[in-house]
């Protein structure tokens, strides 16, 4: 009896002590910083927010037009600039280098990711009265919180998620995510705010976020306000390859 005992103190020690380790790691497993490896100080503007200096990658463009971009949890998103300043010839853009990323002070989190995200809106619409967001990935998460707090003109969603606490649960089963979880980026929870028309893009093969967590999210939109989209023979991190990625992202398609 004791060593059965034992035994299953030894065993609830070990969990608790997974527990903890995921608890403590959780944001080293959403985030991945990157330097910014293209461009140069010619095309960056600081955004000084709450804490951060936050480094946006930009194009102008005289008018009332932009587009604002928050890119995937290990993206450069000045790699983003080119193609999407073609797509957009029109469009001032604005590229946001979350905390932590691309020279950006501070550290990232879902609170200071939604607050930068607003500060740069606030920024943009100064001069800007069309702002189109596009989210892709993490900063799907981002975009759709935006677009729940500000009038977006338009919002395009890329290898969405509905929350990261749903992800998360299905990465690790065994574990109360849903205790433990401090970024749930639930995307699916503020979707029935957002007015502005939306458009959600998917991977036909995405093997990081599983298809059906997009459709998940697709339903929580007010009726009429979001349509699918399916990239063919593309994965999470290559639909941007796709000939027919830039034309869902400019609407022609």
Same mark, same amino acid.
């Given at each position: 009896?004791?060593? $059965?005992?034992?035994?299953?103190?030894? %065993?609830? &020690?070990?969990? /608790?002590?997974?527990?903890? !380790?995921?608890?403590? #790691?959780?944001?080293?497993?959403?985030?991945?910083?990157?330097?910014?490896?293209?461009?140069?100080?010619?095309?960056?503007?600081?955004?000084?927010?709450?804490?951060?200096?936050?480094?946006?990658?930009?194009?102008?463009?005289?008018?009332?037009?932009?587009?604002?971009?928050?890119?995937?949890?290990?993206?450069?998103?000045?790699?983003?600039?080119?193609?999407i300043a073609a797509a957009?010839?029109?469009?001032?853009?604005?590229?946001?280098?979350?905390?932590?990323?691309?020279?950006?002070?501070?550290?990232?989190?879902?609170?200071?990711?939604?607050?930068?995200?607003?500060?740069?809106?606030?920024?943009?619409? $100064?001069?800007?009265?069309?702002?189109? %967001?596009? &989210?892709?990935? /993490?900063?799907?998460?981002? !975009?759709?919180?935006? #677009?729940?707090?500000?009038?977006?003109?338009?919002l395009v969603l890329v290898t969405p998620?509905?929350?990261?606490?749903?992800?998360?649960?299905?990465?690790?089963?065994?574990?109360?995510?849903?205790?433990?979880?401090?970024?749930?980026?639930?995307?699916?929870?503020?979707?029935?705010?957002?007015?502005?028309?939306?458009?959600?893009?998917?991977?036909?093969?995405?093997?990081?976020?599983?298809?059906?967590?997009?459709?998940?999210?697709?339903?929580?939109?007010?009726?009429?306000?979001?349509?699918?989209?399916?990239?063919?023979?593309?994965?999470?991190?290559?639909?941007?390859?796709?000939?027919?990625?830039?034309?869902?992202?400019?609407?022609?398609?």
């Amino acid at each position: 009896m004791r060593l $059965v005992l034992g035994a299953l103190l030894l %065993v609830a &020690g070990l969990y /608790l002590a997974a527990c903890a !380790a995921l608890f403590f #790691a959780q944001r080293s497993l959403i985030y991945f910083p990157q330097p910014a490896s293209f461009g140069t100080a010619a095309n960056r503007i600081t955004l000084a927010t709450d804490g951060a200096q936050v480094q946006i990658t930009t194009r102008p463009r005289d008018g009332t037009k932009a587009l604002i971009y928050f890119g995937g949890n290990a993206e450069d998103v000045s790699a983003s600039l080119t193609p999407i300043a073609a797509a957009f010839p029109d469009r001032s853009v604005f590229l946001m280098h979350y905390r932590g990323y691309g020279g950006s002070t501070g550290s990232p989190s879902e609170q200071a990711l939604h607050a930068d995200a607003r500060a740069l809106f606030d920024l943009a619409s $100064v001069s800007h009265k069309d702002i189109v %967001v596009i &989210g892709r990935s /993490l900063g799907s998460g981002v !975009a759709v919180q935006l #677009a729940a707090d500000r009038p977006v003109s338009r919002l395009v969603l890329v290898t969405p998620f509905d929350s990261v606490a749903a992800i998360a649960a299905s990465q690790f089963p065994y574990m109360p995510v849903g205790l433990l979880l401090r970024d749930r980026f639930d995307s699916a929870g503020v979707a029935g705010k957002v007015k502005a028309p939306t458009l959600v893009v998917a991977a036909e093969h995405d093997e990081v976020i599983p298809r059906s967590s997009a459709q998940r999210l697709l339903t929580q939109f007010a009726p009429g306000v979001a349509n699918l989209q399916v990239v063919p023979g593309t994965g999470h991190n290559t639909i941007q390859d796709a000939p027919i990625y830039y034309d869902f992202l400019q609407g022609t398609r």
